[in-house]
Nanobody, 128 residues
């Protein structure tokens, strides 16, 4: 089991930037995948971005954030990040750090349902 603790949410104006971080602890494996999902009020939780925890730097993004958000990792610090630029009001959500501890598929086929460990969430609010 892994434990995930997010930080970095807040209030920002449209067009601004925020960086979320997620401290990862517990046992991970060479095929672990870390990522971010979000849930807006009244909506289902949706996939945002994912990155392999070790090995290559394969990443995947939801179409809605591609080109604006960047996921990265720092294995020395056991931390993943989500750099969010050009934020829009529709990005307003609770953002959750997530982990698929053992993921055997290709990152291109990863879905929100494949994540099995979750952080507590951090609120991101983008004002217009």
């Amino acid at each position: 089991q892994v434990q995930l603790i997010e930080a970095g949410g807040g209030l920002v104006q449209a067009g601004g930037s925020l960086r979320l971080s997620c401290a990862v602890s517990g046992r991970t494996f060479s095929n672990s995948v870390m990522g971010w999902c979000r849930q807006a009020p009244g909506k289902e939780r949706e996939f945002v971005a994912a990155i392999r925890w070790s090995g290559g730097s394969s990443t995947r993004y939801a179409d809605s954030v591609k080109g604006r958000f960047t996921i990265s990792r720092d294995n020395a610090k056991n931390t993943i990040y989500l750099q969010m630029d050009s934020l829009k009001p529709e990005d307003t959500s609770v953002y959750y750090c997530a982990a698929s501890v053992r993921y055997y598929g290709g990152i291109s086929s990863l879905r929100e349902a494949d994540f099995s460990s979750w952080g507590q969430g951090t609120q991101v609010t983008v004002s217009s």
